[in-house]
């Protein structure tokens, strides 16, 4: 099996007043993950997030062990909603189990319950070290009505800009019509989206699978 291992630090602000850190090891299927309460006031429940076509299969949970970590589809759900699962200056570890071995790990975001049944982004906790920057999932294409929409994809690393240019295509051949995450449908055709992300100096291209406009 190929593993990898290595500790990325993030910056997490729950709520006003509040912070945390944390860390995860990616270890082929596992994720040892480890957060820190700095703050004065208990985390209420909270997920990680991976992005659409990483399934969890598991999560268990170590010191302040009596939160209970359940995992459904991309994402493990710590503490039932609207509890206060993390005390201040409390430490939470747990291992998240996924379906496949990580290779070049995928990018985690923690969310934070602010009122009991809201939950907003906190924080990334970015891929493994030494891995290139590169797309995790391609565009998504939506026909409504006479546009096309597009769902963004996932990056192995926040990006500092990214780019969107449609292209209509005839065979083999793929023109540049537009930008934008919504096109403007003026004839059929098949059109395709181009996304190009700045990650680390680097430039990371994706292009969303065709899609046929009648």
Not at 119 to 133: L, M, R, S
Request: with cysteine; proline share 7%.
């Amino acid at each position: 099996m190929l593993s990898i291992s290595a500790a990325v630090l993030a910056a997490l602000v729950v709520a006003a007043g509040d912070g945390g850190s944390g860390t995860y090891v990616a270890t082929g299927r596992d994720y040892d993950v480890a957060f820190y309460n700095s703050g004065t006031t208990a985390w209420r429940a909270f997920a990680l997030t991976a992005p659409p076509g990483s399934t969890f299969v598991g999560g268990t949970t170590g010191n302040e062990g009596s939160i209970a970590c359940a995992a459904s589809g991309n994402q493990i759900q710590c503490g039932p909603i609207g509890a206060n699962v993390m005390p201040p200056q409390a430490h939470l570890t747990f291992v998240a189990t996924m379906a496949d071995a990580a290779i070049c790990g995928p990018t985690f975001a923690l969310s934070v319950s602010g009122d009991g049944s809201t939950y907003t982004p906190a924080g990334d906790i970015g891929p493994a070290a030494d891995c290139a920057p590169h797309a995790v999932t391609r565009p998504v294409l939506h026909r409504v009505g006479k546009r096309i929409r597009a769902t963004p994809p996932a990056w192995s690393s926040p990006p500092t800009h990214v780019t969107y240019r449609w292209q209509r295509c005839a065979g083999s051949r793929c023109i540049a019509i537009a930008s934008g995450l919504t096109l403007h449908v003026k004839r059929s055709g098949t059109y395709r989206l181009v996304a190009t992300a700045t990650i680390d100096g680097q430039a990371v291209a994706t292009t969303s699978r065709p899609l046929r406009y009648r």
